[in-house]
Each structure stands twice: as C-alpha cells, then as structure tokens.
C-alpha cells in the first residue's frame, strides 16, 4: 500500500470514532431532557437525511477538489454540529447537521481509494478501511457509552466548565477534540495528482447528471445486483446501532453506557468478518455472497429470542461478521463499475443516496412504530424478515440476469477478475 492510504485510514478511523461516540451521546441527551423514545429512534434518519438530499451534489463535489480537502471541510462541519448541541440547539437538528458533513466526507474518503490504488487492491484496501472503520465503532460506542457513564462523567463535571452540566454535554466536549485530530490527519492527505472535474454550472444541471449515473448504475448486470445488495444491507445494519439499544434494554435491562458494549460486540463480528472477506473474496466473488444476507436477515428475526447476556455475546458476534464478511465483496464490486461507468466520487455518491434512503426509510418507519407503540421485539422481526426477504429476491434477480445475459455478466465478471489478478 502506498503512503498516503495509511494517512487516509488515520483520518478515517478518528472521524468514524466521533461519530459512534456521538451517536450515544446524542441518544442520552434526548433521555437526559427527557425526549419521546420516538426522538431517540429519529436520530438515525435524521443523520441520513442529508445524505439523502444532498446526493445529487457531494459526488460532484468530491470529485471538483482534491479529497483531502473534501474530507478536511466535512470534519469542521461536523465540529460546527457538535457545537450546536453544545449551545442547546435541539440534539435532532444538530446531528442532522453531523449527517451533513459525513455526507460530504464519504464520497471523498472511498473516492481516494480508486485514484490512490489500482483495482487489483481495491478488495484489500476495502477490506482495511472497513476493519479500521469497523473498529472505529467498537471503540467509538465503547468510548461513548463510558462518556456518559457513572465513572467518566462524574469526572468530567468536576472540571466545572460553563455551560457543561450533564454529562451528555461534557462528551460532546471531547468529542470535539478527536474530530480535530481527524482534521490535523486530514491535512496529511496526498494529492493523487488525478484531474479534477469542475462543478457544472448551472449547479440544477446536477441532478439531471445524478439522475443519468444512478440509472447507469441500476441498469448495469453487475451494478445492480452489488448496489441492491449493499443498498439492503447498511439500511439495515445502520438502524441497528439503535435497535440494539432498544433490544438490550427490552430484553437485558441495560442502560446506554451497558447497551454499548454490544454495539461494540457487533462491530467485532463486522471486523471479523470484513478481515475473513479480504483475505479470501476476489471481486468477481461479489454476487456469491448474498446467501449470506440471507442468513443475517434470519438471524436479527431469532435475535428476539435472546434474553442471556452469555447467549448474546456470540450470536452478535455472528450477526456482524455475516455482514462484514459480505459487505467488503459487494462494496469492492460497486466501486470498480462505479469508477469505470461514471468516475469514482459520483459512483460513491450514488451509492450513499441508495444505502442512506434505506436507512431513512427504514429509520423513519421504525421511529413512527416506536411513536405508536409498536413493541420492540415486533420492530427486530420486521427488519429481519425484510432482510431475509429481499436478500432472496436479489439471489433470483442476479440468477435470472444471468439467464438472460449469461455473456454479458460472464464478460463484466472476467474484466473485474483480469483487473483484480
């Protein structure tokens, strides 16, 4: 690996351990002001609601500036979210904020990888970034979770600082500090020398353009099946950060700094399972992994089931590294199509749009549930049975392309495994 990605992976893993340590921060200053547990739920659309927006734009965005850079204005967005909580802006509207800039850092921050690396180590590199990224969550809720706890927080409020007096607000203050280590990484990042594209003026021309390499994307055998896969996949998996809060104090009784740790458990599985994917998948392997969404969609449906700390342990540990170890194939597949049929900073973009309207739809529905008091554990079952469902339907969708336009996905397939050896 070059350089520059061991500077891109220090960035990332910082930035991503901010954000998972927001996240439930952000979730005990809604308990704290005594907020509507619908609120609480909200906080995962409301992150993903600006990468919904904003798609049309940020890949372009990303792709008129050097990454670096990208990813250096994204974090001080962040920091600008962070603060507003700081000044009692309601926690919903500032972490939407937060959402604003991992909107614009994701684009850049996958973008890099495919001007910095050839193809033939895009399955590794991806298999990295993810591990590290991963890891930045076990320790980011782990780091949140005592944040907030009995045994941070007592000492955090006794430096008596103005204007902190909860704990939740005392992490918030941390926080801040690691996204500006993030910052000083970003300020590290090479330029890849690639030539950069300028924003189309006039700037509505963008989603038109959007719209083109989203059908572009969707229309292609290979695109389409990675992007369904993915799009399904971290719907899901990015509700689950709150579903396994609610989950552990449904079934565990565990309060947040507790529930965390299983966040954490999770996300070990996920870097297991993302290392495992690294080492043995190939590009052309992508579509073989759905089968193994499948079996994730059955195994958050028997999660319900759970109510033994010592049982949930190793099912968690499971359930994520089933993801981790399909999501690296999948993301490397949709990276190399993307690249080829639009440049590397649209194709991410597109993909975000995709995964994080999932996420909002998911998030939304689970968020309206919780207002009209649908119970937790019906909640679980739903997502795992759409999970499962629609995992199934995408196998047959990728078979029957295969029927249809055997030559052509045979074709795709040997380009991607000529560029990966």
């Known amino acids: 690996m070059r350089r520059g990605f061991y500077t891109i992976m220090a960035a990332q893993f910082c930035s991503s351990l901010a954000d998972n340590a927001l996240f439930v921060a952000a979730v005990q200053l809604l308990r704290t002001n005594g907020s509507a547990p619908w609120q609480q739920a909200a906080l995962v659309p409301m992150f993903a609601l600006f990468y919904v927006v904003l798609a049309p734009f940020v890949g372009a965005f990303a792709d008129s500036l050097p990454k670096g850079r990208v990813m250096l204005l994204s974090n001080f967005i962040k920091i600008a979210g962070c603060l507003l909580m700081l000044l009692d802006v309601h926690p919903l509207m500032a972490y939407a904020l937060v959402g604003l800039g991992a909107a614009a850092y994701s684009p850049a921050k996958y973008g890099i990888l495919t001007e910095l690396l050839p193809a033939s180590q895009l399955v590794k590199a991806n298999g990295w970034i993810e591990g590290l990224t991963i890891g930045s969550i076990i320790l980011g809720v782990v780091l949140g979770g005592q944040l907030v706890g009995p045994r941070c927080a007592p000492w955090l409020l006794r430096l008596d600082i103005p204007g902190l007096d909860t704990a939740p607000l005392a992490a918030i203050a ?4 690691v996204y500006l280590l993030a910052t000083w990484f970003n300020t590290g990042i090479p330029n890849t020398g690639v030539a950069l594209c ?23 055998k290979l695109g389409q099946i990675s992007l369904a896969a993915t799009t399904l996949i971290w719907g899901v998996a990015g ?5 396994v809060l609610a989950w552990a104090a449904a079934a565990l009784d565990y309060s947040v700094t507790q529930a965390s740790t299983l966040q954490g458990v999770v996300a070990i599985g996920m870097a297991a399972g993302a290392v495992m994917a690294s080492l043995r998948m190939r590009l052309e392997d992508g579509p073989g992994v759905v089968d193994v969404g499948i079996a994730m969609g059955v195994l958050i449906v028997l999660l319900i089931f759970v109510n033994n ?3 949930a342990v190793p099912f968690l540990i499971l359930l994520g590294a089933l993801g981790g170890f399909m999501v690296v194939p999948m993301n490397a597949l949709l990276q190399h199509r993307g ?34 008091g649908l119970p937790t554990f019906s909640a679980i079952a739903f997502f795992g049975t759409i999970v499962a469902g629609f995992m199934w339907w995408i196998r047959r969708w990728h ?7 055997h030559a052509e996905v045979e074709r795709l397939l040997t380009i991607a495994r000529n560029d990966d050896s």
Do not use: K
């Not at 509700?239 to 579903?243: A, D, E, G, H, K």
């Not at 078979?399 to 336009?405: D, G, L, Y």
């Open 174 to 177: 941390v926080l801040v500090g």
């Open 198 to 220: 300028p924003v189309p003026t006039p700037i509505g021309s963008l989603l038109s353009d959007f719209w083109v390499c989203n059908v572009r994307l969707w229309r292609d």
């Open 239 to 243: 509700n689950l950060r709150f579903i």
């Open 309 to 311: 700390v010592w049982v």
């Open 339 to 372: 690249h080829n049929l639009m440049g590397a900073g649209r194709s991410i973009a597109v993909q975000n749009f995709n995964e994080q309207a999932c996420i909002l739809v998911l998030g939304a529905f689970y968020s309206l549930s919780t207002g009209l």
């Open 399 to 405: 078979a029957n392309n295969c029927i249809h336009a």
